[in-house]
């Protein structure tokens, strides 16, 4: 079936290839009656009409396409793979409702590739779990007005918008409930800054905290660490990391910080605490702002945007 132009739409709605791309582009500078746009849009929609994105950008000067860029390193345990995969999902729904379209890259860690960004033109970038030494070697890919967020990563320097789950707040909730001391379990960071953080907000000994780099190789040690902290109580930040604890069965009592979005997973008499939204909802609506109203108050105030825990 031949695809569908504006010049198709045009004549079926008699009028100029000028208007329908006016249209279809949603330039404002243009005055056209609304008759004649609805039109216009009710015959685009009849025809199965798909814009061609490089034209569009030429038109509006954007290229309607956002990336979200994972730092994904080979072997990565399911509960980090799930982590990734509920921000990706509920970013991406949201960013195709807004009229975007997703491009998802993973990237080396250590090494990456530079290329396969700088070949596209995004409106925002959303990088995840970025290393610290990494920051600036990304973010010169991109020119200045397109928004750059970043997700699960801390870094000190105010051109970083950045946003995070309310660990401290978490925390805090967690360990005050708890009948009995307690100790923490978290996955493994690629940004050694959010890591820190995290560990620091606990107010626990490091002693007390484990971090959970993998899945097979970090059986005998996550049990290990469960068997010196018998009779604590055991914190676990990502409920699949927590089901992973459960399963051992040498946890007496745990509260999970559900950071993926699934708290139905863990057992009856697990505790968990939920966040207001998910990260996803705070950056997308972050990057709205920052590209109608990067003067808003909300940005000048400072660059740390965080998701609080549920009352």
């Known amino acids: 079936m031949k695809k569908a132009t504006m010049k198709d739409i045009a004549r079926l709605a008699n009028v100029s290839v000028a208007t329908v791309s006016y ?134 320097d105010r051109m970083f918008n950045q946003v995070n789950y309310n660990y401290p707040q978490a925390l805090e909730a967690a360990v005050s409930a708890a009948d009995t001391p307690s100790c923490l379990i978290m996955e493994n960071h690629h940004n050694t800054a959010l890591a820190s953080w995290i560990m620091d907000s606990s107010g626990l000994a490091r002693d007390d905290i484990y971090i959970a780099a993998g899945e097979d190789q970090g059986q005998e040690e996550l049990e290990a660490f469960l068997l010196r902290n018998r009779g604590k109580h055991i914190i676990v930040i990502n409920e699949f990391l927590a089901k992973a604890v459960e399963r051992t069965g040498l946890a007496a009592s745990v509260t999970a910080l559900c950071t993926c979005g699934f708290p139905e997973i863990v057992q009856p008499d697990t505790r968990i605490i939920r966040f207001q939204n998910d990260r996803a909802r705070t950056a997308f609506e972050l990057m709205a702002t920052l590209k109608s109203a990067p003067d808003d108050p909300a940005i000048a105030a400072g660059n740390q945007f965080l998701v609080d825990i549920s009352p």
């Open 23 to 156: 249209v279809l582009n949603n330039v404002k500078n243009q005055t056209i009656p609304d008759a004649t746009r609805q039109s216009i849009l009710a015959i685009a929609k009849e025809l199965n009409y798909v814009p061609n994105l490089a034209a569009r950008s030429l038109v509006v000067q954007r290229t309607g396409m956002v990336g979200i860029l994972i730092n994904k390193s080979p072997g990565l345990p399911y509960w980090k793979r799930q982590s990734f995969l509920s921000f990706t999902d509920s970013l991406e729904s949201m960013l195709t409702s807004a009229g975007y379209h997703t491009l998802v890259i993973s990237l080396d860690p250590l090494n990456p590739a530079m290329d396969v960004i700088r070949e596209r033109k995004l409106d925002a970038v959303f990088v995840m779990d970025v290393m610290d030494e990494m920051f600036y070697r990304i973010s010169a890919n991109f020119v200045d007005g397109v928004p750059l967020i970043l997700i699960g990563s801390l870094i000190n």
